[in-house]
């Protein structure tokens, strides 16, 4: 952590968390110095309120249980230190609203070395809170940085990599870069990737993580897009799925047709439960029964499911009377008690499914 501090800057005292979360916490840095900034502005404040405001008041586990701001103007600021997020709209709001007033375009020369630094500030600030967290019996063990820039990912995870070498990142999760660009500067191929995409950097290979750079439209929609994924359960203590399989559909393994493959898979929220919406009339008898044998639910994970494959029908052959309930999305597991080798021999048994049902 760079030594140098802010003069005059008064002790943060940290509030004590509320209870325990395998959720990660959340560093959101936005750089302001873009030239389209005050366009910029208008659509992130939006997006981050309404992802925020459903945050706050959603019932069940905490899906996000802590969140700070910075900007980068081109010194970091601390707009939020970090705060819990659960039935705290009006302090999120405040915010929010001090970022709305950073409406000056293109007034601040561009640079990286401020959202440096307001990385290597938000993970001292986070192990500062973990530590009095955890004098209080309480554990925020993980955080994830969000970086929503206008300027070249490129460059900046550059700098990223290197000014990190030297950071205690045992709590970091995952870093991203998000690029936002307007459609006219959007190509084709520009999807989610991680960078070193071309040979691996001695300098990544120091951090023992890889930086996520990922382009998004510059419009309210992508970003709450963005923003909900902060939403999803990002446990990985057990997978949540087991699809039995008849072995002999992969032409790769060695086993009897007449034995089952097991696929190890996590299940992914697509929408969210009415019944976990605040307001809702009559939510808590709404929800769905978890006493019942149909019951499946992403979050929390209680529960081992496994299905069994009896056969494979195409979609206009099911009929959708019989479908009901809230969807989900499966993924192959991330779970971290299974080795690397039994990950990836599972990953891509996933895929060559998939692949067999195009």
Same mark, same amino acid.
Request: hydrophobic residues 40%; charged residues 20%; contains cysteine.
């Given at each position: ?25 959340? %560093? ?16 992130? /404040? =939006? ?29 970091? =600021? ?26 000056? =375009? ?10 440096? &630094? ?9 192990? &500062? ?15 994830? %940085? ?8 490129? #460059? ?6 290197? $000014? ?17 660009? $307007?459609? @006219? ?13 071309? #040979?691996?950097?001695? @300098? ?7 930086? #996520? ?12 897009? *963005?923003? $909900? ?13 087991? +699809? *039995? ?21 996590? *299940? ?20 769905? @029964? ?13 529960? +081992?499911? $496994? ?26 597991? /991330? ?21 067999? *049902?195009?």
């Amino acid at each position: 952590m760079n030594s140098r501090k802010l003069p005059s800057e008064p002790r943060r005292i940290f509030p004590a968390a509320k209870a325990p979360s395998q959720q990660p916490s959340h %560093i959101l840095v936005v750089d302001v110095t873009s030239p389209s900034w005050a366009n910029t502005c208008s659509v992130l /404040s =939006e997006a981050l309120e309404n992802v925020l405001c459903l945050a706050c008041g959603l019932a069940g586990p905490c899906r996000v249980p802590l969140l700070s701001l910075y900007v980068v103007q081109p010194q970091q =600021e601390c707009l939020l230190p970090f705060t819990q997020v659960r039935e705290n709209f009006a302090r999120i709001q405040a915010c929010i609203s001090e970022l709305r007033s950073l409406t000056a =375009e293109g007034c601040f020369p561009q640079g990286v070395n401020g959202v440096v &630094q307001a990385v290597q500030d938000g993970l001292q600030q986070f192990k &500062q809170y973990s530590r009095h967290t955890a004098a209080g019996g309480s554990t925020n063990s993980s955080v994830e %940085i969000t970086i929503l820039t206008s300027q070249p990912s490129r #460059e900046m995870v550059k700098q990223l990599e290197k $000014k990190l070498q030297d950071i205690d990142l045992v709590s970091l999760r995952r870093i991203q870069v998000i690029e936002v660009l $307007k459609r @006219d500067f959007l190509q084709p191929e520009d999807v989610e990737q991680c960078v070193p995409a071309e #040979e691996p950097s001695s @300098d990544m290979a120091i951090l023992g993580m890889d930086i #996520e750079v990922q382009t998004v439209e510059d419009n309210v929609i992508s970003l709450e897009m *963005l923003f $909900k994924t902060w939403l999803h359960d990002h446990g990985t203590e057990r997978e949540q799925l087991h +699809l *039995l399989l008849p072995s002999g559909g992969f032409g790769h393994t060695a086993a009897p047709k007449n034995t089952l493959m097991c696929l190890k898979c996590d *299940l992914q929220e697509r929408l969210l439960d009415p019944a976990l919406l605040s307001g809702t009339a009559d939510g808590a008898g709404r929800a769905a @029964d978890p006493s019942s044998p149909w019951h499946v639910a992403a979050w929390p994970s209680t529960a +081992l499911h $496994k299905l069994r494959v009896l056969k494979a029908l195409k979609s206009e052959g099911v009929c959708e009377s019989v479908l009901y309930g809230l969807p989900f999305i499966i993924k192959p597991t /991330s779970c971290w008690q299974l080795d690397w080798d039994e990950l990836e021999t599972n990953q891509h048994s996933f895929h060559a499914l998939c692949h067999s *049902l195009l």
